[in-house]
């Protein structure tokens, strides 16, 4: 929820305060005035403050919270046990983004068949269906859209989104740009071409890397548009550390799910974990960190 901060005019004024994408605008007094959020302060959260050693949420935190849906991201926010939200966006035909891992229905959903087939609309009906052996107790609720979930949570924490579809790029970047944003949300993709796209297009760009992928990578060559590079956390010890080594800014590990996978990608020199269970995590003190 956005906080509105009251405004007196003459009385003879026409006052308008106009939404623009999660924004508010002032006008009727000769300029036009933004009003950001009051859980902002001084501006929206950005990556220049996470901490040395960040955790994220891989969608929400998935051995936790149902992946991908709002009550899991909120959820997720309030435990406090990450620095960044992550969760995965696609496009639908009439080209609203939501929030969806997979490129079909079956897997997390009541509904089957492709997302690409449904339009707006047809999305109020989907209803996600949380696992059983989730702890605790969630209800089926819509997947959010994109904006709804850079409504709620943009400026209040570091987010983190994976471009699933990449012809929704350009979509995405007006999402966060109308939104002040771009230093607050990464842009992640398994393809460097559209992490260069990402970067040329003023946003953070993030890619991420399997272990196979590694092997034959040459990190380096990305050192000039790649602010995060995320890497498998099975690949070689070798393949790590060079990443470490390529000059990309950031080097963070996926998907690292216990406190001995955590360590180990740690004491390799990686700044960062993406995990599915942040809060097991955030419990378990790191072992055998490096000086």
Known sequence: MIAMTAVVAPARSRLRVVSLAGLLTVTGLGFSAPLTPVEWGAGPLTVDALPPITYTAHRGGALEVPENSMSGLAAAYERGTAQVLDFDTRMLRDGTLVVMHDADLDRTTSSTGPVRDLDRQDWEHVRL????ALPGHWRAERPPTV?????????????????????SLDRLARLIRDRGLTRSVLVNSNHPAVALRAHRLGLISQLW????QMR???PERWAGYVDVLDMDYKARDADLVRAVRSGVPRVWAHTVNTPRQRDRVLRLGCDGVISDAPGLLAQTPQRGAMP
């Open 147 to 167: 904006a709804e979930v850079l409504d709620r949570f943009g400026g209040r924490i570091v987010l983190m989104l994976e471009a699933k579809d990449p012809d």
């Open 209 to 212: 890397r399997s272990a196979r």
């Open 216 to 218: 034959e990578d040459r």
């Open 129 to 132: 269906r949380p696992k059983a």
